[in-house]
Nanobody, 126 residues
Framework: QVQLVESGGGLVQAGGSLRLSCAAS????????MGWFRQAPGKEREFVAA????????GYADSVKGRFTISRDNAKNTVYLQMNSLKPEDTAVYYC???????????????????WGQGTQVTVSS
């Protein structure tokens, strides 16, 4: 398994941008599909975006399509989430996820045997 550490969260006004980073340690990062999920207060964790190991395939939740972009740099063992045109409803704790089962990660369900980071708070003010 890999260990994941997110960073880049913070407070931003509506319409602003943030870039989240997720640094991975451990073996074979480049073989994992990676995803971002989020959880708002009182709500269940939901899928945001995912990317295959080669970055050839990406997927997004409908709520963030056209505003968020997921990318990865396998040489740096890092995955990113560029978030533009942020809305108050994007406020949540954002979690990084690594899974050896790309179908599950890209489908938005997550790999039950995958790894999770500790989360980073994103707050969007109106």
């Amino acid at each position: 398994q890999v260990q994941l550490v997110e960073s880049g969260g913070g407070l931003v006004q509506a319409g602003g941008s943030l870039r989240l980073s997720c640094a991975a340690s451990g073996r074979a990062f480049s073989s994992y599909a990676m995803g971002w999920f989020r959880q708002a207060p009182g709500k269940e964790r939901e899928f945001v975006a995912a990317i295959s190991w080669s970055a050839g395939v990406t997927g997004y939740a409908d709520s963030v399509k056209g505003r968020f972009t997921i990318s990865r740099d396998n040489a740096k063992n890092t995955v990113y989430l560029q978030m533009n045109s942020l809305k108050p409803e994007d406020t949540a704790v954002y979690y990084c996820h690594a899974g050896a089962r790309p179908g599950a990660v890209l489908a938005g369900t997550g790999d039950p045997r995958g790894s999770w980071g500790q989360g980073t708070q994103v707050t969007v003010s109106s």
